[in-house]
């Protein structure tokens, strides 16, 4: 097992190089590149792991069919050639016993000196012929080798045998069949002579019967099978007996050479020039024949070639659908897990936003208490020192201390509407939930703002879905909602600008929406991100000061009330804020169930 995994450890290895020193690089200097790089590596993991599984039964079942086939076919290619050998060698042999056994026929029933007739030869040799097609010529010999009567073609009475080798043979068997000559017709052929002892004669006569290779030649033809490449004879010393497709001419000397066993079929695996072939060789009876067939090796035959071939294209269309799929899966589950990596950190840092709103609203309402207080004493006594002032009789700096006094009660002023806004973010107000038409509200919000944003050259348009349905919302609560929003989208655009408010309804349950979008400069990312934080402002300057504190209570209110507020901003471009609220204020249903 542990071999098995450093195998894949290494094979990982190879294919996807390992990535730590592109990861710490990246930790240190950039975290959206150490997210992508853990991304990739996960994604990596996973076509690692998913091509395993897959590819890895793909390869051992295409090996198991491929070599199992293999045997297979090679099993049968050597079946099929033992038994076509053994069947050609079977026909063979029963074709020579059959003439063999008509030639000892008329051996015993006729004697030397009825068959030196010619009209009896003449007539043995037609019977003959009519029983044996291959049959040529039928000649009798006399016990001193020289012939005395034929039957056949050729003109060959008178012929002395005594120095033929298978003449001198044929006198000590009963029957014998020899190997291909020449002889005195100077044609290939054999012959099946047998013998005869009279018993008045010194010595025995002859009886042959010759057969040209032609005739042999033809036989074998129709002996041969269709799955048999050649087919011939060869003699002990591996001379062709017998025509060859591939090996030449009667008489051609055989390379390489088999020894057959003394009976049935020996087979080999041999190779005629470059091409394989399996050879079945047998010895043929009462013969000095050896027949061989030769078999196209499983390689070259059409089967097997069809059977590599579709097996090839099976495994790589599924090697490459499968790769492709495995690739699609694996982008998919990566993206999935960051996705859901990515929506847990929004979860997360949305925790983290609220609890560090509460940490800040608990602060600012402590300190805003503290303030308050002192702030009071200063105004009363900014107060009393006016009055007293303006009661007195005038002196040279009377003016200007009364100038410093304004200023004064209008700095406490301005500290006393901080603190309040500080404690309504601080504090949980009680929501006073009551139908509402989220239209009207809208419109008495642009009717608060009208005259500042036409002061300031800004059009204010609409596009209020008429037919809305009313919600369970607090009315207060969405004016100020609003009003923060409308009062940022003008300071953001300071001058000659456009600002559209449109409302439409989202489903059945009553849910709404309303967008509020601005041409103003836009907002970046980086400042994007942080709108929404306490103390956060974009605003400077003797004209443009801001608390921070708008639209952290806007978010506070619009969560407090069960909606969400969505903001899309593009420098150049503008801004728009989205706020969608639910048909039935989760407020409510808490209220109904604690009233429960």
Request: charged letters at 25%.
């Amino acid at each position: 097992m542990k071999k098995i995994l450093a195998l894949l450890s290494k094979l990982r290895n190879r294919l996807f190089p390992p990535m730590t020193d592109f990861l710490f690089f990246c930790s240190k200097n950039n975290s959206d590149l150490c997210v992508k790089a853990r991304y990739y590596c996960l994604r990596r993991s996973l076509l690692v792991i998913m091509m395993l599984i897959t590819f890895l039964p793909l390869g051992i079942t295409t090996g198991l069919s491929f070599f199992q086939y293999r045997q297979l076919l090679q099993e049968e290619t050597y079946s099929n050639a033992r038994w076509s050998a053994a069947n050609t060698k079977q026909t063979i042999e029963a074709f020579l016993e059959k003439l063999q056994a008509a030639i000892l026929v008329v051996t015993d029933a006729y004697t030397f000196d009825e068959l030196n007739s010619q009209e009896k030869i003449d007539k043995v040799f037609t019977e003959l012929k009519r029983e044996h097609k291959g049959l040529v010529d039928l000649s009798v010999i006399s016990p001193d080798g020289v012939q005395r009567a034929y039957a056949g073609p050729y003109n060959l009475s008178g012929k002395d045998y005594n120095a033929s080798p298978w003449y001198n043979t044929a006198l000590t068997k009963r029957i014998y069949a020899s190997e291909v000559f020449m002889g005195f017709r100077n044609i290939p052929h054999f012959v099946i002579a047998a013998s005869k002892r009279e018993p008045q004669a010194q010595g025995s006569w002859v009886l042959r019967a010759s057969i040209d290779v032609d005739t042999l030649d033809r036989f074998l033809a129709s002996a041969n099978s269709e799955l048999a490449d050649d087919i011939f004879l060869v003699n002990k010393e591996w001379k062709l007996q017998s025509s060859s497709r591939y090996y030449g001419e009667i008489n051609s000397d055989i390379v390489p050479r088999d020894t057959p066993k003394k009976a049935g079929i020996t087979l080999a695996d041999q190779h005629r020039g470059d091409t394989p072939v399996l050879r079945a060789v047998g010895y043929i009876k009462n013969t000095p024949w050896i027949l061989v067939v030769e078999h196209q090796g499983y390689g070259q035959r059409k089967s097997w070639q069809l059977f590599r071939n579709k097996l090839l294209i099976i495994f790589t269309t599924c090697l490459l659908l499968s790769g492709i799929l495995i690739v699609r899966v694996a982008t998919l589950l990566a993206r999935k897990i960051r996705e859901a990596e990515t929506t847990r950190e929004t979860l997360l840092s949305q925790t983290e936003h609220t609890n560090k709103l509460a940490s800040i609203g608990r602060l600012a309402a402590g300190v805003a208490h503290e303030i308050n207080n002192p702030l009071a004493i200063i105004n009363e006594k900014a107060g009393l020192m006016k009055d007293l002032l303006e009661l007195s009789s005038e002196f040279k700096h009377q003016k200007k201390f009364l100038d410093q006094l304004d200023s004064l009660q209008n700095a406490v002023h301005r500290t006393r509407t901080i603190t309040h806004r500080l404690l309504g973010f601080a504090r949980r107000m009680e929501v006073n939930m009551e139908p509402v038409q989220i239209n009207d509200v809208v419109t008495e919000v642009i009717g608060f703002l009208g005259k500042a944003a036409e002061h300031r050259n800004i059009r204010i348009e609409t596009d209020l879905q008429l037919d809305l349905a009313s919600i369970q919302s607090d009315r207060g609560q969405l004016q100020q909602i609003f009003l923060n929003i409308v009062n940022n989208a003008v300071d953001a655009i300071d001058h000659d600008g456009l600002i559209r408010i449109s409302s439409r309804q989202l489903d059945a349950s009553g849910a709404l929406q309303v967008d509020i979008f601005d041409n103003g400069p836009g907002m970046p990312p980086e400042v994007l991100d942080k709108i929404f934080e306490p103390f956060f402002t974009t605003k400077f300057g003797q004209e443009r000061q801001g608390t921070g504190l708008g639209l952290s209570i806007t978010y506070g209110l619009v969560k407090k009330l069960g909606g969400r507020i969505l903001v899309k901003s593009e420098v150049g471009k503008g801004t728009v804020f989205s706020i969608i609220f639910p048909g039935k204020s989760p407020v409510v249903e808490e209220a109904a169930d604690e009233s429960e």
